[in-house]
């Protein structure tokens, strides 16, 4: 009883005294009248909880300050005989009224994670491929590709040390307005401890060795993380081969052929282990990491429907084992080198990748005005390089070449950015040209 009294006549006092103490931030900061807030703290008076301004109205459509709001949401903490539903919303409003309530002398350094255990990340985005691959007489076969994109990227807090991560994905072609598909890309729960982190789930892969030139995708499985500057990370579980670029583009001829072969074609996902080992001193960075799919899919890549343009993994192989190393140098602020190689042991062709790139600045979603630009150069060994983050080798542009790339990117406004990409080179299969001109926004919310 007394912790209560001593509490309520605290919290008046610090309320009495506001006007010196909020000098430090803005009083004539309206909260806009179609705030969330307004709908909470009409609940909260409705449950007997606070009475406006003393005379248990809001003045009409008057505006009430961020001040004002604060004064009520700090008497409505006084108070301890509330409905757990109460709480709640006082536990939202403090979060986001927290720096009034603390030029108030209110404490709410514990309520954000109290009061929003679900946060929400995402973006919309427009991308744009222009492809042209030479022919046997010279010509050019040309495509051009353009994807929609929405993502939802939640993230809900379950304790101190575990989070639960999830990522929704959403495509349609606009040229064709199309609804293509939806789905739950990637689901998993994180446990952080102290140089120790656990995922389980469907989860990214672990490529930072590489910095995504094999893999941007996901997989069904764990993975252990130890250490903080040298980090130690295992991971096991199945990949679908689906999610490879060499496999969509070698299988497609042969599986409309034969769709009913369920030898090859009855499990599309692979057996999965990797571990890799990563670290940072001063302004070098790099690593190193092996990787082992098993699937009976491997042994069919010398399929007759596709060896002509793909000897792919030696014969009777069920196995890809792949190690990769990189390294980088950051200059200064802007300037930062970076470089990579890796090698399928299991491939007799298209069985390497390296990439060098050199990066300029970069463009920063939150900075308006920021850029960034970089050149590359890229050897993409369609059976090593199966799920590539580089967007110019995504299955709908070019795989399984090598050649130069440059880009840039912009931010003209606030959480918005546009990228341009070009890639010139050859095809690893025939030595003829390949190119490809890349566009894309995105909004961030």
């Known amino acids: ?14 309320v009495g005294a506001a006007s010196t103490t909020f000098a430090a931030a803005n009083p004539f900061s309206d909260v806009p009248a179609d705030h969330w807030a307004y709908d909470a703290v009409s609940q909260l008076a409705a449950d007997g909880v606070i009475e406006g301004y003393g005379d248990t109205t809001f003045r009409g459509n008057q505006n009430i300050t961020r001040y004002e709001m604060a004064q009520m949401i ?27 309530l603390n030029n108030l002398g209110v404490r709410v350094s514990n309520l954000e994670r109290n009061a929003d255990n679900v946060k929400w990340n995402g973006q919309a985005r427009y991308r744009y491929w222009s492809q042209r691959y030479e022919q046997k007489d010279g010509s050019k076969d040309k495509k051009n590709t353009d994807q929609l994109n929405f993502r939802l990227e939640p993230s809900a807090e379950v304790n101190k040390n575990w989070h639960v991560n999830a990522r929704i994905d959403a495509w349609t072609n606009p040229s064709k307005d199309t ?23 469907k989860l990214p892969f672990y490529s930072t060795e590489t910095a995504g030139m094999l893999f941007d995708n996901q997989f069904s499985g764990a993975q252990v993380t130890f250490g903080n500057q040298l980090k130690l990370t295992a991971e096991a579980g199945r990949w679908d081969l689906d999610n490879a670029i060499t496999r ?25 282990q990797g571990v890799a080992l990563n670290g940072a001193a001063g302004k070098f960075y790099g690593g190193a990491a092996y990787r082992h799919f098993e ?42 080198l970076y470089g990579a190689y890796a090698k399928n042991e299991k491939a007799d062709r298209f069985g390497t990748a390296h990439n060098i790139q050199l990066n300029y600045k970069g463009a920063q979603k939150a900075n308006k005005g920021s850029w960034g630009a970089y050149t590359a150069y890229r050897y993409m060994g369609g059976n090593v390089a199966l799920a590539p983050t580089y967007e110019t080798f995504l299955s709908a542009g070019v795989n399984n070449v090598k050649g130069w790339e440059v880009g840039t990117e912009y931010v003209p406004f606030t959480n918005v950015t546009a990228a341009a990409y070009y890639f010139n080179g050859k095809k690893l299969d025939n030595d003829r040209d390949a190119e490809l001109l890349f566009g894309r926004v995105n909004f961030w919310f």
């Open 295 to 336: 699937s009976n899919l491997l042994k069919h890549v010398n399929d007759s429907a596709i060896k002509d343009s793909y000897k792919g993994y030696k014969a009777n192989t069920d196995e890809a084992n792949i190690w990769s190393l990189g390294a980088g140098y950051k200059f200064d602020k802007n300037w930062n």
């Open 74 to 100: 700090a008497k409505a903490m006084a108070k301890t005989d509330v409905s757990a539903a109460d709480k709640a919303l006082i536990d939202k409003l403090a979060a986001e009224f927290s720096d009034e």
């Open 179 to 201: 609804d293509d598909t939806m789905k739950i890309a990637r689901v998993w729960a994180q446990g952080d401890y102290k140089n120790f982190q656990v995922k389980l789930g």
């Open 1 to 14: 009883m007394k912790k209560t009294l001593v509490s309520a006549l605290t919290t008046a006092l610090v």
């Open 248 to 272: 969509s583009a070698i299988y497609k001829a042969a599986k409309a052929k034969d769709a009913n072969d369920k030898l090859l074609y009855g499990d599309d996902a692979a057996n999965y």
